[in-house]
């Protein structure tokens, strides 16, 4: 029996996996302040985005399913340092990102159960929120997964009751945020365009499955229907949410922390057992939304460092479980020292503090897929005999054309996580500045790290093979 057939991920593992991996609950407020819209530029992302990412996905994972997803394509197309520059901001952006993740988190357990709770005081919750996390990921890889399908159960129930509930109060008290034709049709002018990057980045992350190729099943078989049933269901949940969002809460009193329960408060009433229902399992979900994130970039940054791209800590796997303890404990500390600086320049402010690390970590992540898109024409062209259990429909062209429409969305996706209000002709700044000090210095750490690495490992190879020159001659 081959490794593909002992996964222990087949169709429905896949789809929840994708599903806890590509919807996070704490950009789903973001997108609903958007507005009216937002509905709109949903629907342009569905047609230009969505449909293109999915087909190249699915060709890419079927034709490659490999342990380290895109690192392993970016290696084929461009070669190992190419590749390890992306994967290793793919993978070190979880560390930012998971400091984002536990600062939501803190915030929301504040509000529910000590509202003026100062920042401050909640960091060594947010810290131990990411050990906790840690300690999850190096535990057996079933575990995972197992976090991860409660997680996209608990997400679907969340949204679910958000949309249901919020238009249940608008049947009752009327619309909050009034729809109209105007309403509808996007502008620079719009209130919170710039929060347009969280659509584009809402319906990313569905290749990360593809990093976890020896625990899928069948891959050619099961990841196509996977992508196309978690697409499907993540497009539909994230409309639903923000409607329900849009009609319960106007505009101005969207907040990015606890959004949706403020949507579903003025149906049940602020002390009903629903409200803290739904409040338990968003804390829930944050925690599985790390585990998936951190757990596939993981494995491929150890894979990375197992071929002497990146230092040999990362490459190490847990003796037992077999899992990236490596990769996953560098994390740990990155989120730490993460979440300690945010916290110092946050004024006090989870809002801020959670977009400001989101946008950080958002960026980072989404830089690595302007490489990870040219890859598909690239391995096209240059390695066309291997077989394509899964192959894009349209030949040349669409191929094509869909690699265009997907570097140009995340090409403003990035723009508009720096600069969110370009389009209205201003640069903030206050928020700009560390975002772009902030990649400036992680690439260049990052360029540092990997020729060192390169450097060691050509050492260690030479050193290796000493022996053997000495004895054959």
């Not at 819209?37 to 490999?66: D, H, Q």
Request: net charge neutral.
């Amino acid at each position: 029996m081959t490794q593909s057939s002992q996964g222990k991920m087949g169709t429905p593992q896949i789809t929840f996996f994708c599903i806890c991996a590509v919807i996070v609950l704490g950009t789903l407020t973001a997108s609903a302040s958007l507005g009216p819209s937002g509905l709109t530029l949903w629907v342009i992302a569905i047609v230009l985005f969505v449909i293109p990412n999915m087909m190249i996905i699915s060709e890419l994972g079927t034709t490659y399913p490999a342990e380290g997803g895109i690192y392993d394509w970016i290696r084929r197309a461009f070669g190992k340092r190419m590749s390890t520059r992306a994967i290793y901001l793919y993978w070190v952006s979880n560390g930012i990102w998971m400091a984002a993740n536990f600062i939501l988190l803190t915030g929301l357990i504040a509000d529910t159960f000590w509202p003026g709770m100062p920042l401050w005081a909640q960091l060594p919750l947010v810290i131990a929120l990411i050990w906790m996390t840690v300690a999850i990921i190096n535990k057996q890889v079933e575990v995972g997964i197992g976090v991860t399908v409660t997680g996209a159960l608990f997400k679907i129930i969340i949204i679910g009751t958000a949309g249901i509930g919020g238009m249940v109060y608008a049947f009752h008290h009327g619309v909050a945020t009034p729809f109209t034709v105007e309403s509808l049709i996007p502008s620079s002018s719009a209130s919170g365009i710039g929060f347009f990057s969280a659509i584009i980045y809402n319906i990313t992350g569905f290749e990360l499955v593809a990093c976890m190729g020896s625990v899928l099943k069948n891959p050619a078989r099961t990841m196509p229907r996977a992508i196309l049933y978690s697409s499907l269901a993540v497009v539909a949940l994230y409309i639903f949410g923000s409607l329900g969002i849009m009609m319960a809460l106007p505009l101005d009193h969207i907040n990015l922390v606890s959004g949706i329960t403020d949507a579903i408060r003025p149906l049940f009433g602020n002390d009903s057992p629903v409200v803290m229902i739904i409040t338990v399992l968003f804390m829930l979900c944050i925690v599985g939304d790390q585990v998936t994130w951190s757990m596939a970039p993981s494995r491929a940054a150890a894979e990375a460092a197992r071929e002497g791209c990146l230092p040999a800590v990362i490459g190490k796997w847990h003796p037992k479980n077999h899992t990236p303890s490596g990769a996953s404990t560098t994390l740990g500390w990155v989120g730490t020292g993460v979440s300690i600086l945010y916290t110092c320049f946050a004024a006090g402010n989870n809002a801020d503090a959670f977009w400001s690390a989101f946008s950080f970590s958002s960026t980072c992540i989404i830089s690595s897929y302007l490489l990870f898109y040219p890859v598909f024409i690239k391995l096209r062209l240059s390695d066309p005999d291997t077989a394509r259990p899964y192959r894009m429909p349209g030949g040349a062209v669409t191929a094509w054309g869909c690699t265009l429409l997907c570097v140009a969305f995340i090409a403003i996706a990035i723009v508009l996580f720096v600069f969110p209000d370009i389009l209205s002709g201003s640069v903030n700044w206050s928020h700009s500045g560390p975002i772009v000090i902030g990649m400036a210095l992680i690439l260049t750490v990052g360029e540092v790290i990997i020729r060192r690495s390169e450097k060691h490992h050509d050492q260690q190879q030479t050193v290796s093979l000493s022996p053997v020159k000495e004895a054959s001659s």
